[in-house]
């Protein structure tokens, strides 16, 4: 059950990184940051190549999901965003290949 919790977690944190990188930010964010820094910062993450524990590639094992699937379907390094548009719940029904990750419990 612990595991599940985690998962949902993460899945949670993904979607909301793939919606800030769309320009789909909170108002509750602007407050702290404009929508630019936290657009920038999500998009900088998803764009992120490094595998270390809470980074996408990380949280994209944690959740049996290929990280390359969803940059591409998101098209982040054009000016227009597609993936802005679709519904991003869940994620994990979007058509996304599942990857199977080693050692990706769920913990930073």
Avoid: F
Avoid at 40 to 68: K, S
Avoid at 90 to 103: A, D, F, H, I
């Amino acid at each position: 059950m612990h595991g599940e919790a985690l998962k949902d977690l993460w899945e949670a944190v993904l979607k909301r990184a793939i919606l800030d990188a769309c320009g789909r930010v909170r108002p509750a964010h602007v407050y702290a940051r404009s929508i630019w820094t936290v657009r920038r910062d999500a998009r900088a993450w998803i764009l992120c190549r490094d595998e270390a524990p809470c980074t996408y590639h990380w949280v994209c094992g944690v959740l049996g999901l290929d990280p390359d699937t969803i940059r591409d379907a998101l098209d982040l390094t054009s000016g227009e965003h597609p993936g802005a548009d679709v519904d991003l719940i869940p994620v994990k029904y979007q058509g996304l290949t599942p990857k199977p990750r080693e050692n990706m419990d769920g913990r930073c």
